[in-house]
């Protein structure tokens, strides 16, 4: 058990607060919990994830990524929510369906997204000597980015053949952080690929909602603080619409998923609501019924998830067919029919969702690249399409970021603003001054190759040793990569719950809104900011990612 000093503790006034249970404002000083209640508290949290799938597959079973119920762990969580200020929670949200405008017009003009990558595609001589550029035998060569090239090629292919997407689905999440100087919100990433967690940020939220219920008394804390978070339940509706909108009552969603997957319950929970029909209990269907009369008037649904204690997840459910394959298997199981329907297992297919395809180990083989080109040349509502894929891309994020670029996109001036308050400073790698400036203070930057996930940054030191040797290599290598200014958030006190443990460390959050877009030709069906997904991590740590085991769940309380 890991113990860290809680700075936010440490004067007379603090200790004086500390009534006989707890201190005042447990969460500004969670490590000052009486040792009682917070060993309580542990063990209902504990309690409560493993009851409402709070989980995912434990590392030490082999079988725990491959067979359900096999292997299962809570997942990491902050026993507390985070404190967040309410105005750039509001701001964060505001963004969102923006954001959701910006990425479908971006996808749309295929030069755009073609010019902006194409440096990435440029062949690299491999043990090229010092100043040698051009060497263009293929055996000798490599693409910058050999990755990001197959879906430029993919792009490319369907630029060719005037490929058209009239219903377009995007599944997104915007990711921020808090920076602390400025107090302003600036983002990290707008993610447009396999965004994780709509199913398990969820559940947090409820899981904090339920501890400062129960332990009200105690903690002194109101739990309608905490929004509702409605991500897991948006996103299935947006994927239902979609697949309403596809018009074939005998038609499939399918579900692109990785062969190994410890994060599989969080996608489960999404197939869960798009797959039942009423799951709830004879008596809360009859409410349910009622409140659906009512158009879920506030308190009618409150006494009702009181009452009945049913999930609030499973309010929208949609009657609709999943399916989950690799993309080895679409390879193996799947046809494009003369008129564009994707047939995958004898399925006929409306709308592909990835949860897979944003990695290179994703297509271990040409066989992987077969089925998401199969994919993408059929008429199946992609979420995303390969230029939705490509619009998220940092490089892309990059761009976006130069003067007089939004506005190519957006009309509205307001809107501009707003997303240009919200971006960090973006550069590429041929802007001398900042290259420059990164080899004297690399410390204040961070490098990203185009890459998801997690785990794939570099910061400190090794920017300036990176920088240094792309220079003096002299390739084109440079153009895989972009700069970011490094965004440092406030260092708050948290406990933090791993394996059944609790740790007391100081850490660093950062807040994903989650948004959804249809829209079928001209008309738009949906354009919603849903819900959110906070992640805290240790704050010595570069990365945030929960997956890849540097941060935990978490949700907030608004202040
Ligand atoms: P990925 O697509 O792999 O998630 P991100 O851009 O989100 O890539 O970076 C991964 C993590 O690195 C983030 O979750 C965050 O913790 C950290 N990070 C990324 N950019 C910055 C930045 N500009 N300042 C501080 N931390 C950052
Ligand atoms: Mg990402
Ligand atoms: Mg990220």
């Not at 602390?180 to 939220?205: D, K, R, Y």
């Not at 080899?439 to 997690?454: A, T």
Request: contains cysteine.
């Amino acid at each position: 058990l890991s113990v860290v000093k809680c700075s936010g503790c440490s004067t007379v006034e603090d200790i004086k607060t500390q009534g006989e249970i707890g201190v005042k404002n447990p969460m500004a000083h969670p490590h000052s919990i009486d040792q009682e209640l917070l060993e309580q508290l542990v063990y209902d949290a504990l309690v409560w994830s493993s009851l409402h799938g709070l989980v995912v597959g434990d590392r030490s079973v082999q079988r725990s990524g491959t067979v359900p119920g096999v292997g299962m762990v809570h997942a990491p969580f902050a026993l507390l929510p985070l404190s967040f200020p309410e105005s750039r929670y509001r701001q964060a949200c505001e963004l969102a369906p923006i954001f959701n405008e910006l990425v479908d017009r971006v996808s749309l003009d295929g030069n755009f997204l073609q010019d902006s990558l194409s440096r990435l595609s440029s062949p690299v001589a491999l043990f090229a000597p010092i100043g040698v550029r051009d060497i263009t035998c293929p055996a000798l060569t490599k693409k910058v980015d050999p990755f990001t090239s197959r879906l430029l090629e993919i792009h490319s292919k369907m630029l060719e053949i005037d490929k058209k997407e009239e219903i377009r689905l995007g599944l997104h999440r915007s990711d921020y952080m808090l920076d602390e100087q400025t107090n302003m919100l600036l983002q990290i990433e707008l993610n447009t690929i396999s965004s994780s967690f709509p199913g398990l940020s969820s559940l947090v939220s409820e899981l904090h909602r339920s501890l400062l219920d129960q332990y009200r008394e105690h903690l002194k804390l109101d739990s309608e603080k905490i929004p509702r978070n409605t991500a897991v339940s948006c996103f299935a509706e947006a994927l239902a619409k979609a697949w309403t909108q596809y018009d074939n009552p005998r038609s499939v969603v399918l579900i692109v998923v990785q062969s190994e997957e410890r994060n599989m319950y969080d996608q489960h929970w999404l197939c869960t609501l798009l797959k039942e029909r009423y799951p709830f209990c004879h008596a809360c269907k009859l409410i349910y019924i009622r409140i659906q009369q009512y158009r879920k008037s506030v308190s009618l649904e409150r006494h009702f998830f009181n009452v009945f204690r049913c999930f609030p997840q499973l309010i929208n459910t949609h009657n609709v067919t999943v399916v989950r394959k690799t993309l080895t298997e679409i390879d193996a199981q799947g046809e494009l029919l003369p008129d564009g329907t994707l047939i995958v297992g004898g399925k006929e297919v409306a709308v592909v969702y990835f949860r897979a395809g944003y990695a290179p180990t994703d297509y271990p083989s040409e066989l992987e690249w077969g089925a998401r080109l199969l994919i993408e040349q059929s008429s199946a509502i992609k979420c995303p399409s390969i230029s939705y894929h490509l619009a998220g891309t940092k490089k892309i994020q990059q761009e976006l970021a130069k003067p007089n670029v939004l506005e190519r996109f957006l009309e509205n001036e307001e809107d501009i603003a707003k997303v240009r308050r919200c971006f960090a400073g973006l550069w590429s790698l041929d802007d001398v001054e900042v290259v420059k400036d990164v080899i004297s203070r690399p410390e204040l930057y961070v490098m990203k190759p185009q890459r998801e996930g997690g785990g794939n940054n570099i910061y400190g030191d090794d920017v300036r040793k990176t920088l240094q040797r792309l220079q003096s290599e002299g390739t084109e290598e440079d153009a895989a990569f972009i700069l970011m200014q490094r965004i440092f958030p406030t260092i708050t006190p948290t406990i933090l719950m791993r394996d059944g443990i609790f740790y007391k460390e100081d850490a660093v959050s950062e807040l994903g809104i989650y948004g959804a877009y249809l829209r079928n030709k001209e008309k738009v069906l949906a354009n919603d900011q849903c819900g959110y997904l906070m992640r805290t991590k240790v704050s010595s740590s570069n990365e945030g990612g929960v997956a890849a085991g540097f941060a935990v769940l978490d949700s907030i309380y608004l202040d």
